[in-house]
């Protein structure tokens, strides 16, 4: 057996531990508990306020578009940290290249403000 | 740290695709800053922005050497070329496009739909597919693909208070974005087997042959199945209908067309440099792909009530026919012809397609409707729409002295050629196919020229729009000289001749 | 260096978003079972990044920084869909989605 995989060897002695453990404790308490089933036991919550409604809640949509612009713009940073890490290697080529990126990036930003996203209605 | 030396750069070569970019940001600007009554000007710029990327594919075609290295430098050389394969298909591409713009100006403005987004995402839709057709690359495959589907999904939803157009776009994007996700899979099976992302160096190392050929074949046919999707060949077709019938007319058009061609293209490329020796996987993948496709398209097309539906699988079906050339590839030296096939079918298709949208926007315009029914009697009130309809529902009915014809003639003769149990039974069925095709082609002739006028009808002379009859012309002039002179596209076959198209 | 762990983690992951496509109705669970496909085929282009690392290509992790770049254009498309969809009939279940058929 490799070293590499010995020290996985590790994880499972500590797999197995926590498993035995977790039955343990369990199993016992499972055995020495009474058991008086009701119905309010099955309350999502067994105490204060019933819950009403969906799971799902609505938020404004507003946070949507935000999102959505952060997102697109966020992810475009993926391109230019690698870029960043090596300015120098890269020279003016890199920069003539991240120049035509960022400004294909501030014509959406142009679009976004035109259209009126950045405005909070 | 490696050293880093600038990617030479063949401006001319890439001109097209320049000229396509700085198009879109212009069709941007333009929409931002002019008022709401003069947005149709961005289909006028978007017009001219696509016959100005022509010209220096034009300019290349005559002046240009047999290959042209786009980015050439340390380790990207032969990622990206134009060749002549790659110059055909742009202007395919190109054209179409500017065909749908020709489709579009009306139905858009008139529907109150938004303008400027609309061609913006158009014209990037075409530089998605022009980039397709110089792509050598997984990863420039895989960013063309998504380049010109991204747009085509906001598209196909463009009707947004439309439940059928919502519905459209949402099964479109869901099965093409998931069909992607499972070629990119495969797509990453393959540089792991090769080592690299270029296409010639994984033609190399998928040899169906040693200890990886399990991982070779589940890579081949996921990628495979990945465009499957994209073309709409059965079993992977299911969305295609819906989305056509959803979708407003000119998108459908568009979709059927330039989206399919590219499909196909991306297919193609894949197929001829990534997997030339891989044949025993990907021929009867393909050929199963190609049977299938042809024969459910064509059954149910049969009993359609709407046109654009009818249409739809129709186009289905006519895929079946550039699979059943494209399986045959490397069979017997039919390489070549198939080749050839394939890229005559598409032009040809196109042009044919193209028209018959055309015809089906300009009746709607008068009935609202695109039942079959409703073209009852067309040629009492509308001759010329009719004569233009028979003429593109016959060519795609594949007629003798129409294009169709010959698309279908290069599509048999690559299956004839490449000969064996294979090539044999597939010309077989795909006749066939051919036969049972016209079927639903004739109902709806008989329907505009023997049929009453439907109860109620306005009968009054229709009014055609210029830019309607302009792309009228273009595409009913291509279907009758493709057909009558095949000479002149088959020029443009042999220009695509393999050995300069791919191993450049 | 053993690659063979995460090609298994990306076939797992891989499994795991073609299950959720297929049996999940919620076209937002849907459309994050796809975004697990994707991420799958990151793990495996990294994986064979680094196996193919000493030949001096990196293709993998540039191929890796696409998709990251496509996958948000794609969610950003795929969420104003699902929007779209439930402002005209307020419920996102793709089973709803049954205004054509033949």
């Given amino acids: 057996m490799s070293d590499f995989l010995r020290d996985y060897l590790n994880v499972v002695w500590f797999a197995a531990i926590a498993l035995v453990l977790a039955s343990l404790l369990l199993g016992i308490s499972a055995i020495i508990r009474p058991n008086k089933p009701s119905a309010e036991k099955n309350i999502a919550y067994e105490s204060g306020v019933n819950p009403v409604g969906d799971g799902w809640s609505q938020s404004q949509v507003r946070y949507y578009i935000f999102a959505l612009l952060f997102v697109v713009f966020d992810v475009e940073a993926v391109f230019i940290f690698p870029w960043a890490t090596r300015l120098e290697t890269y020279g003016t080529f890199g920069l003539v290249e991240m120049g035509i990126f960022v400004f294909v990036l501030l014509l959406g930003l142009v679009y976004a403000w035109r259209k009126g996203v950045l405005r909070w209605v | 740290m490696i050293a880093f030396s600038a990617p030479i750069v063949d401006y001319h070569a890439l001109a097209p695709e320049l000229v396509l970019a700085a198009g879109i940001c212009l069709v941007l600007?333009?929409?931002?800053?002019?008022?709401?009554?003069?947005?149709?000007?961005?289909?006028?710029?978007?017009?001219?922005?696509?016959?100005g990327a022509l010209l220096p594919v034009v300019t290349l075609a005559v002046l240009g050497g047999d290959v042209r290295d786009v980015l050439s430098g340390d380790g990207i050389s032969g990622r990206y070329v134009v060749d002549n394969f790659a110059l055909v298909l742009k202007a395919l591409f190109l054209l179409s496009g500017y065909v749908v713009v020709l489709l579009s100006t009306n139905e858009i403005e008139d529907g109150g739909y938004y303008q400027g987004e609309y061609y913006v995402l158009l014209l990037s839709s075409v530089l998605g597919m022009v980039m397709m057709a110089s792509s050598r690359d997984l990863v420039s495959v895989f960013v063309a693909l998504e380049f010109l589907s991204i747009p085509a999904y906001m598209m196909a939803a463009w009707k947004k208070r439309d439940r059928k157009s919502n519905e459209a776009g949402v099964k479109y994007y869901l099965l093409g974005v998931f069909a992607s996700a499972v070629m990119l899979y495969g797509m990453s099976l393959l540089y792991g087997i090769a080592g690299s992302t270029k296409l010639s160096v994984i033609g190399e190392k998928i040899t169906l042959s040693g200890p990886r050929t399990g991982i070779e074949v589940i890579a081949v046919v996921f990628v495979i199945v990945g465009f499957s999707f994209k073309v709409s060949a059965v079993p992977f077709h299911t969305w295609a209908p819906d989305t056509y019938e959803g979708a407003p007319t000119p998108v459908t058009a568009f979709l059927s067309v330039a989206s399919k061609a590219a499909g196909f293209v991306g297919l193609m490329i894949m197929v001829y440099l990534a997997f030339p020796l891989a044949r025993d996987v990907y021929r009867p993948f393909l050929w199963v792909l190609a049977a299938l496709t042809m024969t459910v398209g064509n059954l149910v097309a049969l009993k359609q009530k709407n046109l654009v539906r009818m249409l739809a699988y129709s186009s289905v079906s006519q895929g079946g026919f550039i699979l059943m050339a494209l399986a045959m590839a490397f069979t017997n030296g039919s390489e070549e012809s198939s080749l050839r096939a394939i890229i005559v079918y598409l032009i040809i298709y196109a042009a044919t397609n193209l028209g018959a949208f055309a015809v089906v926007i300009a009746v709607a315009r008068r009935t609202k409707s695109a039942e079959i029914s409703s073209y009852g009697g067309l040629f009492n009130y509308a001759p010329g729409l009719t004569v233009m309809m028979t003429l593109f529902l016959a060519s795609l009915a594949g007629i003798p002295p129409l294009g169709g014809w010959y698309a279908k003639f290069g599509a048999f003769r690559a299956a004839v050629d490449a000969g064996g149990g294979w090539g044999y039974t597939i010309a077989i069925v795909g006749a066939a196919n051919a036969v049972v095709a016209t079927a639903y082609y004739i109902t709806v002739m008989r329907e505009m020229w023997m049929k009453p006028v439907p109860e109620g009808a306005d009968t009054s002379a229709v009014k055609v729009p210029a830019s309607l009859v302009a792309a009228l012309t273009i595409t009913g002039l291509a279907t009758l000289a493709f057909g009558v002179v095949p000479g002149i596209i088959a020029k443009v076959g042999s220009l695509t001749d393999l050995t300069g198209a791919f191993h450049g | 260096m053993l690659i063979n762990n995460f090609l298994v983690l990306g076939a797992v992951l891989f499994c795991i978003g073609v299950y959720g496509v297929i049996v999940r109705k919620n076209a937002v669970l849907v459309l994050m079972s796809i975004e697990l496909i994707l991420n799958s085929v990151n793990i495996n282009l990294l994986a064979f990044d680094r196996l193919w690392a000493e030949s001096g290509n990196n293709d993998g992790s540039v191929f890796a920084l696409y998709i990251i770049a496509v996958?948000?254009?794609?969610?950003?498309?795929?969420?104003?869909?699902?929007?779209l969809i439930f402002r005209n009939r307020k419920t996102i279940a793709l089973d709803d989605l049954s205004e054509m058929k033949g």
């Fill in chain 2, 29 to 51: 600007l333009v929409d931002l800053f002019v008022p709401a009554h003069r947005r149709w000007i961005t289909g006028t710029i978007s017009g001219l922005v696509l016959l």
């Fill in chain 3, 71 to 83: 996958a948000a254009a794609e969610v950003g498309v795929g969420l104003a869909l699902v929007l």
